[in-house]
């Protein structure tokens, strides 16, 4: 995570690996797209760096949830590490969003409870 804007947020511990789960499940992607996306998608809100995002990847392939092959890129001059999930790789990206849910519930519960007092 870049630091100094004001409208960046850290990321919690955990996060990107469901991250990156759910941005492989579009397709293909290398680090920087997958860097990019996640930028994008948060309107700058997140942004991965690069020195959290390669181990993150090198994580995820290790547990057999991604794996990767290095292939020519789209402009042929240099062959890119192109990174795929598995078939695990979407039953943890599951798990991961139903974990998340429930954090989310929990902590909106206690930030915005129904009823106070």
Known sequence: MAKG??????????????LILRTLLFGPAHGHEIAK??????????????????PA?????????????WEMAKDRKRELKYYRLTPSGK???????SKWKQLAGAI????????EG
């Open 57 to 69: 990847l090198h994580r995820l392939e290790r547990k057999g949830w991604v794996i990767s092959k």
């Open 37 to 54: 996306h996640i930028q994008r998608t948060t309107v700058d809100v997140l942004q991965v760096e690069h020195g959290s995002l390669y």
């Open 108 to 115: 909106a519960q206690v930030m915005w409870p129904a009823e």
């Open 5 to 18: 804007s004001p409208n960046r947020i850290e990321l919690l511990q955990g996060t990107l690996d469901m």
């Open 91 to 97: 039953k943890q990206l599951a798990l991961e969003e």
